[in-house]
């Protein structure tokens, strides 16, 4: 696998502009966010979970969902307690499944989250990995459009590979033979990560974006 330089960014440590108008009293005095989590296909979610596709428009293997949680710090080193929401909620306090999403939306979006970008061959790779929901930063488009701007391109190829990592390279690598070997890596890579992350893991497929926007699922012949 390629050498990069592992050591995380420290991100902001100023509370993010969280929206809370949906989010959970945690009857201690705190408010906690409704945030998106990426979770893998095979994930066995409840009939009223408040859930969808990354990609709705074509039914292909690996396509993860976007589950709608509340993420509960227990202190130390252990990863947030998760809440996940369902119609029930939404409608207990009279807010639509379109209001939840767009909130979780708004506030992965001010959460704090950076790009480091390395060459470990003569191509570009981006890579988040400072923020326990970095694969979730996926639905901000100003933050990939970010990673475009680091690496030069208005077209990208991102992995998801598991919970906490996001690598994104020019999608030019994947329609060029000059970019075969580094396309190949980045493929190798992303699905490493997967394999290795055990229950973590999120999707070992590949996803295109142009301008910040998710375009489709990479297929590969």
């Not at 969280?18 to 409704?34: A, I, S, W």
């Not at 580094?182 to 290795?196: D, G, I, N, R, S």
């Not at 973590?200 to 375009?215: A, D, H, R, V, Y």
Request: proline share 7%; hydrophobic share 40%.
């Amino acid at each position: 696998m390629w050498p990069f330089d592992k050591r995380k960014d420290e991100a902001s440590k100023a509370m993010p502009a969280y929206r809370l108008e949906c989010g959970l009293d945690t009857g201690d005095g705190n408010t906690v966010p409704v945030l998106p989590m990426l979770m893998r296909k095979d994930w066995a979610r409840k009939p009223t979970q408040l859930c969808r596709p990354l990609i709705t428009k074509v039914e292909l293997p690996h396509i993860p969902w976007v589950a709608l949680v509340h993420l509960i710090d227990e202190g130390g080193s252990t990863a947030p307690s998760r809440v996940y929401l369902r119609s029930e909620r939404a409608e207990q306090i009279g807010k639509s499944v379109a209001e939840f999403e767009a909130e979780a939306l708004h506030n992965i979006a001010v959460r704090p989250a950076s790009w480091q970008v390395t060459s470990p061959t003569d191509a570009k790779l981006a890579l988040c990995t400072n923020d326990y929901l970095a694969a979730e930063h996926c639905l901000s488009p100003n933050f990939i459009r970010e990673a475009g701007r680091l690496l030069g391109t208005r077209s990208l190829m991102v992995g998801i590979p598991s919970r906490g990592h996001l690598l994104a390279t020019p999608l030019e690598h994947f329609t060029s033979g000059a970019g075969a070997d580094h396309a190949l890596t980045f493929k190798m890579m992303v699905e490493k990560f997967y394999e290795e992350a055990g229950e973590i893991g999120i999707t070992p497929g590949m996803f295109i974006f142009i301008e910040g926007s998710l375009n489709s699922m990479a297929e590969f012949g």
